[in-house]
């Protein structure tokens, strides 16, 4: 049975998951998915793009604000203000990306997170609309998600199809164009491409799906505060990345579950987490360059 | 089918290429020399749109192409490969060429359907063609240095070319792999009816292969004109041929 086996089985042990775990590890499960989902999108520019963008929760951020914001002040359906999350998302990454795409590598990096800095910065001071630094919490969900097994059940479901939908991006000619930029952009140029508006497309598609996750952390937790798009949780993400293997497709979904299972039995012990994720950020980066994901990978195949 | 007429070209100053004449024949196999730092490659560069000339003009089967980028002249047809490796270091082989096929045919934009159904004949046939279809599925970056020229020239020859500039192919190799890729030129050249235009430092390649040489030296045009005539040249000798130890 090849890799691909694995797949439709883990998603069936996943599917168990609410018979056997006791509520907090379900609610821990989907914080888990969403995360993993927030870290493949950011991966989709990052580890398949080549594109340094740091401050990759800031679209995260403004999709769970969205959707808590369509939800407790419009009478909007929430089917809609669902909905709305990873377009406001997207349209955010056209006025980023339009911007940010003239650089490139670090500079890029820079400019990207001084820009998100200031998208967070507007949510953590408009008190009237934002909530400011107290964020929003009971937030109304539609009674048929508001338990924790229908929240984790949608963010199942809803997390595999943009799981899905992402991979077939990658291996479609659209995805292996990006690879090619990330590789070699001024090669890619002399063979034709456009390069910017390639990477310009993958930064809009990457803010789109994290919208998605965050409109499925407010189903998820009810809240949403400015801590949702602060620098830390981008960096944060960007370890799950590399923890997992940015040059694998799952490997930030494995990234995002070890920090996190991580972080929720450290913090029992310790106030202590950031310096915890220090030693393990230096520790891949010296014996795993490439994540544990890409580890393993290079061991099957070499045999 | 190319003219390259009185090009110049300066970085803060240092003219790299000043007044450079050159014309390109279909079919012809030209070769450029000239000692290091000639402008040979920056040249190059100024024909296939990476640079802009100070002044001059470039003309393409009576188009002029001065002022185009780089994409556009690679539509026009005029393809090329660099002196230092320039591949897709974390692609395979296969998806090299195909990425220059895919492009050429505008396809890139495709983000529904998976990318090994497009143009699998042509690209493995181009494979084929320069000996590199048992690496199909290696990794770029995994192919020795002499393999990754190769590749080089193949991601060139995706783009269907009629003209194709070739920048050094033989940088790095040994020997035996210089002579097995200039039979590989020479055999795509007239399978694919191809007009090249090289660049290379070992003159018994270029005295061997070409049928026109260009010398340049600082720059400048010394000489443009046929293996005899520029073997024969006092001026070549003394500038170019005596001097230099390549
Ligand atoms: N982008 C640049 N900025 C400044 N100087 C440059 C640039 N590119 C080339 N030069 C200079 O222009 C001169 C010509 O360089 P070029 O690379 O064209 O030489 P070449 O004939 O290809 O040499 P080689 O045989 O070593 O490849 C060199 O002196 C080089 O230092
Ligand atoms: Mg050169």
């Known amino acids: ?303 | 089918m190319l003219e390259v007429k009185g090009v110049s070209k300066s970085f803060d100053g240092f003219m790299a290429v000043s007044r450079a004449n050159l014309t390109v024949n279909k079919g012809e196999m030209v070769a450029v020399i000239g000692p290091n730092g000639a402008g040979k490659t920056t040249l190059f560069n100024l024909i296939s749109g990476i640079l802009k000339p100070d002044s001059g003009r470039i003309i393409y089967k009576g188009e002029d192409i001065t002022f185009l980028s780089p994409y556009e002249i690679f539509r026009k047809g005029i393809c090329r490969s660099f002196q230092i490796v320039n591949v897709f270091q974390r692609l395979t082989v296969f998806e090299n060429v195909q990425l220059s096929v895919l492009s050429r045919e505008k396809k890139t934009w495709n983000l529904l359907m998976p990318a090994k159904k497009f143009y699998v004949d042509e690209t493995e046939r181009i494979l084929e063609q320069v000996g590199l279809k048992e690496k199909r599925d290696t990794v770029a970056g995994f192919l020795s240095h002499g393999e990754q020229k190769i590749l080089e020239i193949a991601i060139a020859l995706g783009g269907k070319p009629e003209f194709v500039i070739l920048d050094e192919p033989t940088a790095g190799m040994s020997p035996e792999e210089t002579v097995m890729c200039m039979e590989l030129i020479k055999k795509l050249r007239h399978e694919m009816d191809l007009t090249i235009l090289f660049c290379e430092h070992d003159m018994d390649v270029v005295f061997g292969y070409a049928d026109r040489i260009m010398v340049m030296v600082r720059g400048e045009t010394v000489i443009e004109g046929t293996c005899d005539e520029v073997r024969c040249d006092t001026l070549v000798q003394e500038a170019y041929l005596g001097v230099s130890d390549e």
Request: some cysteine; charged content about 10%; aromatic content about 16%.
């Open chain 1, 1 to 303: 049975m090849g890799k691909k086996g694995l797949i439709p089985i883990a998603f069936l042990l996943l599917l168990l998951f609410p018979f056997f775990l006791p509520r907090f590890y379900v609610y821990l499960s989907s914080l888990i998915l969403i995360h993993g989902l927030l870290a493949t999108s950011l991966n989709f520019v990052l580890g398949f793009g080549g594109m340094y963008q740091f401050h990759h929760c800031v679209f995260y951020g403004v999709g769970g604000y969205t959707t808590a914001l369509l939800l407790t002040k419009t009478s909007l359906s929430p089917f809609l203000a669902f909905l709305a999350a990873p377009f406001a998302s997207a349209i955010l990454s056209i006025l980023m990306g339009v911007i940010c795409v003239r650089l490139s590598k670090l500079y890029f990096g820079m400019l990207q997170i001084s820009l998100g800095s200031l998208v967070w910065a507007i949510v953590y001071r408009w008190y009237s609309f934002t909530g400011g630094d107290d964020g929003i919490h009971g937030i109304p969900i539609p009674h048929l998600l508001a338990s924790t097994n229908s929240a984790y059940y949608f963010t199942l479901v809803i997390t595999a199809l943009s799981m899905f939908a992402m991979y077939r991006m990658l291996v479609s000619p659209f995805g292996k164009t990006l690879q090619g930029i990330r590789d070699n952009p001024v090669r890619c140029e002399m063979i034709g491409v456009n390069v910017k508006l390639h990477q310009l497309l993958a930064l809009i598609i990457a803010g789109f799906f994290a919208g998605v996750a965050g409109m499925l952390f407010v189903i998820v937790d009810t809240t949403v505060f400015p801590e949702m798009l602060f620098w830390t949780l981008s960096l944060e993400v960007l370890i799950m990345c590399l923890v997992g293997g940015w040059f694998t497709f799952f490997g930030p979904l494995l990234g995002a579950a070890i920090l996190i299972i991580l972080r929720t039995i450290i913090s029992t012990y310790t106030v202590y987490w950031a310096l915890v994720l220090g030693v393990i950020m230096t520790l891949i980066i010296f014996f795993l360059p490439n994540g544990i994901l890409g580890y393993i990978e290079e061991k099957l195949k070499r045999g």
